[in-house]
């Protein structure tokens, strides 16, 4: 069965620092990346996605995230946190061009301190 | 305003009860999701539908059913068969488009609390 592995539970930064969170997946066909976002109190929301072209994604709020395909990873980057990235985020695959159910990740918590 | 609700917000109920979770959209949508949203475990699927009248069971189905009588309405019944309900419930919905279905956009959600 398909999977998607986020490697951190919980990164605690300070403001500033840089970010990177790991996703994997286990799938060899075509997929559909995204990662989401869910601040405290707050919808699900999407941060970025990648569906084909340049595997550099640039999203909202100065995240980016780098497909790389032999490496069957999609990893969520930002240079300098702030103190209200503090929130939980999920890596989702889509499996193939026709499905349309998403596979998550567990999520990371990300703690920033100022 | 486009978007999605979900309501209520808070439930509970009582162990062999049947509640149903509301879940409609005003964004014209043909597919619709519910997830289970557990600490630690991410969004796991529970059904999800691409068109009226039509859905499919995800991968924690087992105590729940829904319906898709119209396209903007989705709702979730937890049955008493369901051994873990309490949990946090979302519901998401999303477009077709060329190339699939696009990204996936989520209601607030309805946190249910077995008593």
């Known amino acids: 069965a398909q999977s998607v592995s986020q490697h951190n539970h919980h990164v605690i930064l300070s403001e500033a620092a840089s970010l990177e969170l790991g996703c994997n997946y286990s799938?060899?066909?075509?997929?559909?990346l995204f990662w989401y976002v869910q601040y405290p109190g707050q919808h699900l929301q999407l941060l970025l996605k990648?569906?084909?072209?340049?595997?550099l994604v640039k999203g909202i709020k100065g995240f980016e995230a780098e497909f790389i395909k032999s490496k069957f990873s999609f990893n969520l980057r930002k240079p300098s946190v702030q103190w209200s990235d503090t929130a939980e985020y999920f890596c989702?695959?889509?499996?193939?061009?026709?499905?349309?159910?998403?596979?998550f990740g567990k999520g990371t918590t990300l703690s920033v301190s100022s | 305003d486009g978007g999605i609700t979900q309501s209520p917000k808070y439930l509970f109920r009582k162990e062999g009860q049947n509640v149903t979770l509301s879940c409609e959209q005003n964004?014209?949508?043909?597919?619709m999701y519910w997830y289970r949203q557990d600490p630690g475990q991410g969004l796991r699927l529970i059904y999800y539908?691409?068109?009226?009248?039509?859905?499919q069971k995800g991968d924690i189905a087992e105590g729940y059913s829904v319906s898709r009588e119209k396209k903007e309405s989705f709702p979730l019944t937890v049955t008493s068969a369901q051994k873990n309900p309490t949990a946090f419930y979302l519901c998401?919905?999303?477009?077709?488009?060329?190339?699939?279905?696009?990204?996936?956009?989520f209601g607030p959600g309805t946190r249910l609390t077995v008593l």
């Open positions: 964004l014209n949508h043909d597919a």
């Open positions: 998401a919905s999303s477009a077709p488009t060329s190339v699939g279905y696009n990204e996936q956009f």
């Open positions: 990648y569906f084909s072209g340049d595997p």
């Open positions: 799938y060899g066909g075509t997929v559909n």
């Open positions: 539908s691409q068109i009226v009248n039509d859905f």
């Open positions: 989702a695959v889509r499996v193939g061009q026709a499905g349309t159910a998403l596979i």
